[in-house]
């Protein structure tokens, strides 16, 4: 087993030197595929190495955890390229995938790190034996069994607890790690109030499940409720009680869906208030119960590092996709109802059809764009691009976009319609709405495209819609005229 590590730590190592290798002479686009593949490869080579040369007892679901992280950073390449290009569903999507597959990977990683430390533990118990039976050739065991009696004091529980953490230590666990350590915080309690007499027989089935919506609330409840009761047999009294606790929860987990995308780090620290009273509720009880700690006080452990590892990168990426273009909206002038709005050649005009659209910089959805236009509620965009006309005719730039569009969408449908109601004497419209054809739920997306071609330009008008019938998009894009001196010319 060993063997096969060292030989696919090297492997991984040595196709990450060749990723890196290629970066110098590849596209942007490559370039960062390159850069993903690389650090995954690099990564996982030298968590096997390691694993193989320190003999680490993990098991299958410790090398199953990294493939899945190894696999989480392939995919930051794929979710950052829906992004640039503001296909904004596959990037949701996307980012759930990723996101999916770092927990998931954390999940197994913690698992296999488990059974290696039990693994150490018997090791370490049959050794401790051997050196007793060693040095002592008698059966008589009192100095052990005294020992025994003072561990197990009335108000001790006797098995050791996880010591108490402080509260800024546990603030930057759920912060830096975009509150991923919820989970482990939540075992952590889960376990020691076992241990202090508050039955719950699956720790880790419920940390786990921390993470749905409905049933993560039960768990934290449960948990309020069992610190209340042991408190009050500890005679001690907490100021808050597990029903404020879960409205806490409840209200942080609200303020995280209303709140701008771009608060996202004030949105983890609103999210972390719970936890971090539950936490300190939690270390006043394993203060009253015991000094014997499962490990040192006020250290870093391997799997709080790993969260972190994880974490840091994840949280980075979520607060950049969110924070560009959602900065740009809450801090641009709101629009008015039918107010006509166009690019820096007044040559054309777009009629607002809902004040919830915002005009964002050029280039911040998209390359060579003349004007962009977002409405965040709707997730629904607007661009305009403006082309010089190389004799070129109408004709040519619908067909171009229609191949542009097959290059992205396998399967789709075209309805174009054309029109003289450009605002320029006898130059034709066409209008263009691209519908694709998706048998999973929620995964078809629309397109509405308007393009005209004067002598002198080709302007673009295109638009993604909402699956809604009354896309505003799609009256955003269907409002576009040539301006009056366009048509004198």
């Known amino acids: 087993m060993r063997t096969?590590?060292?030989?696919?730590?090297?492997?991984?190592?040595?196709?990450?030197?060749?990723?890196?290798?290629?970066?110098?002479?590849?596209?942007?686009?490559?370039?960062?595929?390159?850069?993903?593949?690389?650090t995954s490869f690099l990564f996982g080579g030298t968590v096997f190495t390691t694993v193989a040369i320190k003999n680490y007892k993990g098991g299958f679901r410790f090398p199953?955890?990294?493939?899945?992280?190894?696999?989480?950073?392939?995919?930051?390449?794929?979710t950052y390229n829906s992004y640039q290009k503001a296909q904004m569903e596959f990037f949701k999507i996307g980012l759930s995938i990723t996101s999916t597959c770092v927990i998931l990977g954390l999940i197994l990683v913690w698992f296999g790190h488990k059974r290696h430390k039990k693994i150490q533990a018997l090791l370490a118990i049959r050794t401790a034996e051997a050196h007793l039976a060693a040095a002592n050739k008698t059966v008589n065991a009192a100095p052990i069994s005294e020992g025994g009696s003072a561990d197990n004091l009335p108000g001790q529980s006797s098995s050791p607890l996880y010591p108490p953490m402080t509260l800024w230590r546990t603030y930057l666990l759920l912060i830096f790690s975009g509150a991923l350590y919820?989970?482990?915080?939540?075992?952590?309690?889960?376990?020691?109030?076992?241990?202090?007499?508050?039955?719950?027989?699956?720790?880790?089935?419920?940390?786990?499940?921390?993470?749905?919506?409905?049933?993560?609330?039960?768990?934290?409840?449960?948990?309020?409720?069992?610190?209340a009761k042991?408190?009050?047999?500890?005679?001690?009294?907490?100021?808050?009680?597990?029903?404020?606790?879960?409205?806490?929860?409840?209200?942080?987990g609200l303020a995280s869906v209303f709140m701008p995308t771009f608060l996202y780090p004030l949105t983890l620290s609103i999210t972390a208030i719970p936890w971090l009273l539950l936490h300190n509720q939690i270390n006043c009880l394993r203060l009253t119960q015991s000094a014997d700690w499962r490990q040192p006080v006020n250290s870093i452990t391997w799997m709080q590092r790993s969260v972190l590892i994880a974490g840091i990168p994840l949280t980075?990426?979520?607060?950049?996709?969110?924070?560009?273009?959602?900065?740009?909206?809450?801090?641009?002038?709101?629009?008015?109802?039918?107010?006509?709005?166009?690019?820096?050649?007044?040559?054309?005009?777009?009629?607002?059809?809902?004040?919830?659209?915002?005009?964002?910089?050029?280039?911040t959805l998209d390359k060579d764009t003349d004007l962009e236009l977002v409405n965040n509620p709707t997730n629904e965009w607007v661009v305009v691009r403006i082309r010089a006309n190389q004799r070129q005719t109408?004709?040519?730039?619908?067909?171009?976009?229609?191949?542009?569009?097959?290059?992205?969408?396998?399967d789709f449908k075209v309805v174009e319609t054309r029109t003289l109601d450009s605002g320029a004497y006898l130059t034709p419209l066409s209008f263009a709405h691209y519908k694709e054809n998706k048998n999973i739920v929620n995964l078809s997306q629309s397109l509405f495209i308007a393009t005209v071609v004067t002598p002198a330009q080709v302007i673009e008008v295109i638009g993604q819609g909402s699956k809604n019938a009354e896309s505003t998009a799609l009256q955003l894009v269907k409002s576009f005229q040539l301006n009056t001196k366009e048509g004198k010319q």
């Not at 990450?16 to 993903?36: E, H, K, Q, R, V």
């Not at 039955?199 to 089935?205: F, G, T, Y």
């Not at 006509?340 to 040559?347: A, F, K, L």
């Not at 109408?394 to 396998?410: G, T």
């Open 182 to 227: 919820s989970i482990f915080l939540a075992y952590r309690t889960l376990k020691d109030l076992h241990t202090m007499g508050e039955k719950h027989p699956h720790p880790k089935r419920d940390a786990i499940g921390i993470i749905i919506p409905f049933y993560g609330l039960l768990v934290f409840i449960n948990m309020a409720n069992s610190i």
């Open 394 to 410: 109408l004709d040519n730039f619908v067909d171009q976009r229609r191949e542009i569009v097959a290059s992205s969408w396998k």
């Open 64 to 78: 199953a955890g990294i493939l899945m992280l190894m696999v989480a950073i392939v995919l930051i390449w794929s």
């Open 316 to 363: 980075a990426l979520i607060f950049f996709f969110s924070t560009k273009t959602a900065f740009h909206y809450y801090a641009a002038d709101r629009l008015a109802l039918g107010q006509p709005v166009s690019g820096q050649p007044q040559i054309y005009q777009l009629k607002i059809p809902d004040t919830d659209w915002r005009i964002m910089p050029p280039g």
């Open 230 to 252: 042991l408190a009050k047999s500890n005679n001690i009294n907490f100021k808050i009680t597990p029903i404020l606790l879960s409205g806490l929860l409840v209200l942080a």
């Open 4 to 38: 096969t590590q060292i030989i696919t730590g090297w492997l991984f190592i040595t196709i990450a030197l060749l990723c890196y290798g290629t970066l110098f002479n590849s596209p942007n686009n490559d370039w960062f595929f390159g850069l993903c593949a690389g």
